[in-house]
């Protein structure tokens, strides 16, 4: 009924067109989870600005017949070295938000990780896509109601469990905090504030009522919808409040390891959210086969290093002990030429966060596929003028064709967007 921007989608270069993009179809209001960061947006920032702030040396007169972008990772061949990273609440985005990006993954041979925080069920997430799937664990409401997600996980045909361990509390949120979302939906005929809320939903008019197409979509796809892939002991699913209190409450520490691993089985089980290589070590001493070096998107600390200086710093380390661990990464992440600066520190592959939330919201199925176009086109573009054929020829040639830039400052840098 309300016409997708086509035309802008299919004319946009960057995935900050997308962005952009998406910035129009989604209010303030909800876009505000998917933009904002922690604290002062310091990590966030830094994120991005680790792979601008990155030089590469081309060797010249090089020209390859192929080139081969497969992987294998987490015990999958992708046809693309970058995968959907988690990401929670994405149907606020756009209707079934979750299974169109499964979908969109299959179509470009690649792997959808789904948030527990999520609002589609798995087992529809599955079957929109043959290729891998694989599922994020909190352990919201507690061992039991884990177990359980991890077992429907495996019925439903996930292959590698991603545990988050950076969410030991929720990070400070301060703009989305300030927008007060969750006074825009609570009931005004419970609870304190009742005027005050009122009022505010009031004033949220302005920025809602233009984005009709929102609008309606979020209100056919059944608006605010609860978390259906965490089931409590009576069959319930976890409702949209309380997020921050269920995560400090089930926090993820190393004795958990054991207990989900013997629930998991045999399948990959991979630690997200590590930030120093002697994590990782750790990691792999109680049985996992893989890590995502990831502070959460800039999510949870605020000051945390950029995801890429803790790849930078903790590959010599692992490689140096030996290490098994196949490892990705996420954060950051923006075009074809990052994901190439990515897996040039030895990485497999690289997870796209909010490159993912963009496309959703930008519309839907064709926005992520222009999306995943824009960085697969770029990827290919960069390897050809980096003179690589191959995903193992960036990792052994990353420390050649990397170089510390002489310029001072940032000014050559675009300003941050996303
Ligand atoms: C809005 C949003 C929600 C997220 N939700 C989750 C989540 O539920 N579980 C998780 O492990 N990581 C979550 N993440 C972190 C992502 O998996 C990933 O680490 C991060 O987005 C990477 O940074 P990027 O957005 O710059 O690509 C979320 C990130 C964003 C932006």
């Known amino acids: 009924m309300f016409r997708i921007r086509e035309n802008e989608i299919a004319d946009a270069l960057t995935t900050a067109d997308i962005w952009r993009i998406m910035l129009r179809e989604i209010p303030p209001i909800a876009a505000e989870y998917f ?35 497969t992987t294998n990772v987490f015990g999958q061949d992708l046809s693309l070295p970058f995968f959907v990273a988690p990401v929670g609440s994405l149907r606020t985005l756009w209707p079934k938000a979750d299974a169109v990006a499964s979908q969109v993954a299959g179509e ?13 069920p798995m087992e529809s997430v599955a079957e929109a896509s043959n290729g891998p799937k694989w599922f994020q664990l909190y352990l919201c409401g507690g061992v039991e109601t884990a177990k359980r997600g991890i077992k429907r996980a495996r019925d439903a045909g996930f292959s590698a469990l991603l545990l988050t361990i950076d969410t030991a509390v929720s990070g400070n949120r ?26 505010h939903r009031v004033k949220l008019g302005p920025q809602v009522l233009p984005r009709t197409g929102w609008l309606w979509r979020h209100w056919r796809d059944g608006g605010l919808l609860p978390f259906c892939n965490i089931i409590n002991e009576h069959g319930e699913p976890m409702p949209y409040a309380g997020i921050g209190q269920q995560l400090a409450a089930s926090a993820v520490t190393w004795s958990d390891l054991p207990w989900i691993k013997e629930a998991w089985g045999d399948q990959p089980l991979i630690v ?33 290093i950029p995801s890429l200086q803790i ?39 690289v997870g796209l966060g909010r490159v993912t939330a963009g496309g959703l919201g930008a519309g ?18 960069s390897m050809e003028l980096l003179g690589v054929q191959n995903i193992s020829e960036i990792q052994e040639q990353g420390e050649k064709l990397r170089r510390q830039s002489m310029v001072l400052g940032t000014e050559h840098i675009p300003p941050f967007s996303f």
């Open 35 to 69: 933009v904002g960061g922690a604290d002062e947006l310091t990590t966030l920032k830094a994120n991005v600005l680790a792979f601008q702030q990155t030089m590469l040396a081309p060797p010249g007169a090089i020209k390859h017949k192929e080139l081969d972008t």
């Open 108 to 120: 470009f041979g690649t792997a959808m990780a789904l948030s527990t925080l999520s609002q589609t």
């Open 174 to 199: 301060i703009v989305h905090e300030r927008m007060k979302p969750m006074d825009a939906v609570s009931s005004l005929f419970s609870g304190p504030r009742k005027l005050k809320r009122a009022l």
């Open 272 to 304: 997200k959210g590590v930030h120093c290589a002697e994590d990782a070590l750790r990691a792999e001493e109680l049985g996992a086969t893989g890590v995502i070096f990831s502070n959460h998107g800039g999510r949870q600390l605020g000051r945390a």
């Open 311 to 349: 790849v930078a710093e903790a590959m010599p380390k692992l490689r140096a002990a030996n290490s098994k661990l196949d490892c990705a990464m996420d954060g950051g992440i923006r075009s074809g030429l990052d994901v190439l600066i990515g897996l040039s520190y030895g990485l497999k592959a």
């Open 364 to 381: 839907g199925h064709l926005g992520l596929r222009r999306a995943f176009e824009l960085i697969k086109e770029d990827l290919l573009r």
